[in-house]
């Protein structure tokens, strides 16, 4: 039997009770809101998700809920639409290539003033060189929640209270926390980015953001992107002004919305505190464990209560790859090997360009099992 230890990059199987609606769904309808009458299912659809996410996120308003194609996506739309020319931009050491790809191409070109916050190997961050490294046209700041390579939760609500202090916008992918930590939006940050397939337990393709006041603000706050058919206004040439829809253009995914409805009210249901409870027992379970093995070093941090349930791992004298390889073939355990798309996340913490192989747990993830890999890597 498979053992799988890859959450972090998407949860591999729907729970049940999601997979009894998206069956209901495919089997009665499959239309588009907006576009005819009958598609006021699919609205009702989007609207039952938006206030699940609001619910999870302690949003007040669901019409604040906009869903795209997922994470990548959402930043992409975010920071276009708030990195101004001219402005300065900041983010840290840590991120996934969603976020410093599209920055990297804006520095690229001249368009805006990039700065990387120096993250520890462990990758924790000090605040005082986010408030060192803030300029008078500082204008955007934007951070993961928790790194998808390192699992160490960053001090958001402290990086963006100073933020705050200087009038810059601020900008949470929370693409590795959504689902697993307790995460009241609030006055926390501008814009929250959630994907789907991932700890929320929906389908791949589904995602979106969360806006604050502030950036929801046509006048100052995030510019549209995109443009397109909405099913509203359509006498106008110009995107509706008014939420979600100033931001949705284009057919919605509906199955996949809908499978972040169900899956997210389960996830309310359960609750989050329990969520984490139980997945950083099985993290507390598995550094413990790596304690015991001579020849395996865990990278991050080494306090539980400090990430996310990801762990990545060297393994002296073997390749990553090799290792992934070798725990698929001879003990059938899914990892991940490799820079995980985030290369700023092993330059942090020194295992640039080798990479490492990394243990994510979720939803299925056994005790038995975390001692099964423990005893594979022991193999090695």
């Known amino acids: 039997m498979k053992m799988y230890a890859n959450y972090a990059a998407t949860s591999p199987a729907l729970s049940a009770a999601v997979v009894k609606e998206l069956c209901g769904y495919l089997g009665e309808t499959h239309l588009n809101a907006g576009r005819n009458f009958e598609g006021l299912e699919a609205g ?8 699940a996410i609001a619910r999870l996120f302690d949003v007040s308003d669901p019409l604040r809920v906009v869903f795209t194609g997922g994470a990548t996506q959402s930043l992409n739309m975010l920071i276009h639409g708030l990195a101004w020319e001219g ?34 190997p462990d990758g924790s961050l000090d605040t005082g060189r986010l408030r060192a490294a803030i300029k008078k046209n500082s204008r955007l700041l934007v951070m993961t929640h928790a790194s998808n390579v390192l699992g160490t939760i960053l001090p958001v609500n402290d990086c963006f209270r100073i933020a705050r202090e200087y009038g810059v916008f601020t900008v949470l992918d929370a693409a590795q926390t959504g689902g697993v930590l307790p995460l009241a939006m609030g006055d926390c940050c501008d814009a929250l980015v959630f994907a789907g397939h991932k700890g929320l337990g929906g389908l791949a393709g589904s995602g979106g953001f969360v806006l604050g006041k502030a950036a929801a603000d046509a006048s100052g706050g995030i510019r549209q992107w995109m443009s397109g058919g909405t099913g509203s206004a359509s006498a106008s040439l110009d995107m509706p002004d008014f939420l979600p829809d100033r931001f949705e253009p284009g057919t919605q995914n509906t199955i996949g919305i809908l499978s972040l409805a169900a899956s997210i009210e389960e996830i309310l249901r359960i609750g989050v505190e329990n969520i984490m409870k139980r997945e950083q027992g099985y993290t507390a379970r598995f550094l413990s464990g790596l304690g015991e093995i001579k020849n395996v070093s865990p990278c991050g941090t080494r306090d539980p209560a400090r990430c996310v349930p990801i762990v990545s791992v060297v393994v002296r004298g073997r390749g990553a790859g090799e290792v992934s390889r070798l725990l698929f073939e001879k003990h059938d355990i899914i990892t991940r090997s490799g820079l995980h798309c985030s290369p700023l996340a092993h330059q942090s913490a020194g295992t640039f360009p080798d990479g490492t192989v990394r243990f994510s747990f979720g939803r299925g993830t056994t005790e038995e099992g975390v001692d099964a890999m423990l005893e594979a890597l022991s193999t090695l």
Do not use: F, M, S, Y
């Not at 969603?98 to 520095?107: F, I, Q």
């Open 87 to 120: 402005c300065h931009v900041l983010a840290t050491g840590v991120e996934h290539n969603a976020v410093a790809r599209p920055l990297h191409k804006l520095h690229k070109n001249g368009v805006i003033q990039l700065d990387w916050l120096r993250c520890d």
């Open 44 to 51: 009702t659809i989007a609207l039952r998700a938006r206030r």
